[in-house]
């Protein structure tokens, strides 16, 4: 099968008054469709940047990322990204924050406004259309923002420490949320947390990096049955060999 | 948010009833200190333990309201006044938010016009009354000019720190989902910096009443600032009163029209 996404000796360093700092040296990944991926390393060590560069809001030093073959070089039509924060405009009603992105690149048509109404509904959030962000809880917030960007149809999300924010409670039920979305939309995901727990509960692939400049120190490959949930992933016996696993990696 | 009607609990009612007590005696303590000033005042006035003649007193400014009321003289030089304050306000509010949006959208331009912007905020505009005339005459574009100058360098500053304090999340997620400069900015940073906005209405409300009173020390042959300074000239101080009375009324009003609107687009966003 081919790649959805090709990262191919990606290359990134900052540049400020005070520094030079080289966030990436010569990274190497490719993604199929359909997968889950996390992401996890020492906080610093260039994971914000991996995304940023995917989504095209930031220029590589050197090298080439392809997304379906297609070379990205600003953000366009491919990646949805989600935050730490949801960034839900405060003066939108729920409606209008969720279909914020089809007034952008010529998307605002019948059939991407039905698609969003649909998702809306499908996941519970059709009686608060008409509110405003500030009269909902934290979880239906960030389920509102991950709304917003499979809007936009996009081939690949990518999600940046998107539940950290959250609660931890809250952040139990939005994982299951997520990856239920996410699964039934067959989406493919890119998700970057410091929480390993959390990477094992969602992913199908745990990308472990080095500290800066980031490279991939190795890659585990997670074998659960696809029908559980996150949660109840976090049962299995397995979880916690997989945990130690990933722990080791990281020290 | 709805409000919904709700059976309390006794506890409750008693603390909203206590709520209400103490917003109600605040209101009345507000006036009684009113009364309590003007009535001192009329009364040492009356028996002349002050002066009434330097510092009138309520009856002889009601006295003399009136009988300029019925002159027509006191709705002119309201009017005048009025006008030129008006016409301050919404040419420094419009200039200063778009010459805002300008220096936000160009970087350099701002970097290079900070160390003028800093200068020019903390000279005292009165300053530059004597060039305003000479350039500008001594008619009514030299006053507005006068308030001009007064709203226009804090509405431009206030607003850009507005537009500079969108989240910079924000403008990424923008970016992510493809909007152009131009969406970013009526999008996102306009609606963004709308608290920024109404704030600066709200200090141009009482700067523009300075600068055009200002302006109308320096050059006028009409308006409250020309009445006030008539009076004290030919030491009718009941003159002066009057006029400065009038200021506050208007002034007040003016800011009361500003928080409305305030309330009413809220409302309509909320
Ligand atoms: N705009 C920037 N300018 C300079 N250095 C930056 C910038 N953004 C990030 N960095 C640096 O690059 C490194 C990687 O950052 P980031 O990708 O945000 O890390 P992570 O998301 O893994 O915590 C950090 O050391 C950070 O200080
Ligand atoms: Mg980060």
């Not at chain 2, 920024?196 to 600032?225: C, H, P, Q, R």
């Amino acid at each position: 099968m081919e790649n959805l996404l090709e990262i191919q000796n990606v290359c990134l360093t900052y540049h400020s008054p005070a520094s030079e700092t080289e966030a990436l040296k010569e990274l190497n990944l490719s993604i199929k469709e359909g997968e889950f991926i996390s992401i996890v390393g020492p906080s610093g060590c260039g994971k914000t940047t991996i995304l940023s560069l995917i989504a095209g809001i930031l220029k590589p030093t050197s090298g080439n990322i392809f997304i379906r073959g297609e070379k990205i070089e600003k953000p366009g039509f491919h990646t949805g990204y989600m935050f730490q924060r949801d960034n839900l405009f405060e003066w939108l009603n729920i409606w209008k924050n969720v279909t914020l992105g089809l007034n952008f690149k010529k998307r605002n048509n019948e059939e991407n406004k039905s698609y969003a109404k649909e998702l809306i509904e499908k996941y519970g959030l059709g009686e608060f259309i008409r509110h405003y962000p500030t009269e909902l809880s934290g979880g239906m917030r960030q389920r509102v923002a991950l709304i917003r960007t499979l809007c936009l149809k996009p081939d690949l999300l990518l999600l940046d420490e998107p539940f950290s924010a959250l609660d931890y409670q809250t952040r139990l039920n939005v994982q299951d949320d997520v990856s239920l979305v996410i699964k039934k939309e067959k989406k493919t995901a890119i998700l970057v947390t410091h929480d390993i727990s959390e990477a094992i509960a969602m992913s199908s692939k745990i990308i472990v990096l080095t500290p800066r400049p980031a490279t991939i120190k190795s890659i585990i490959t997670l074998d659960f049955d696809p029908k559980l949930t996150p949660f109840e992933r976090r049962k299995e016996k397995s979880f916690n060999t997989y945990f130690n696993k990933v722990w080791e990696e990281l020290v | 948010m709805k409000k919904q009607k709700q059976n309390y609990s006794i506890s409750h009612k008693k603390y909203l009833k206590s709520l209400l007590i103490k917003k109600v005696s605040i209101h009345i303590s507000r006036i009684l200190l009113l009364v309590l000033l003007l009535g001192a005042w009329e009364l040492c006035a009356s028996l002349n333990i002050i002066d009434p003649f330097i510092t009138s007193s309520p009856s002889r400014i009601i006295k003399q309201i009136s009988f300029l009321v019925q002159d027509g003289v006191l709705f002119h030089h309201s009017w005048v006044t009025l006008y030129e304050t008006l016409l301050a306000f919404a040419i420094s509010t419009i200039a200063g938010t778009l010459i805002a949006l300008v220096l936000y959208i160009i970087p350099a331009v701002r970097k290079v016009l900070e160390p003028y912007l800093i200068i020019l905020n903390s000279l005292p505009k009165i300053a530059l009354g004597p060039l305003i005339i000479v350039w500008m005459g001594t008619g009514t574009k030299a006053i507005v000019m006068m308030g001009i100058l007064i709203c226009i360098i804090i509405t431009t500053i206030s607003m850009l720190n507005g537009y500079i304090s969108v989240p910079k999340e924000k403008i990424l997620l923008m970016k992510t989902m493809g909007a152009s400069g131009f969406q970013i900015l009526t999008r996102l940073v306009v609606p963004a910096s709308f608290s920024d906005f109404i704030s600066v209405l709200k200090i141009n409300v009482g700067m523009s009443w300075v600068g055009v009173v200002m302006g109308e020390y320096l050059t006028s042959k009409a308006g409250l600032g020309y009445l006030i300074v008539y009076g004290g000239q030919v030491f009718k101080l009941d003159l002066v009163m009057s006029a400065i009375v009038v200021l506050c009324i208007l002034a007040g009003l003016m800011y009361g029209l500003v928080a409305l609107l305030e309330m009413y687009i809220n409302k309509k966003r909320t």
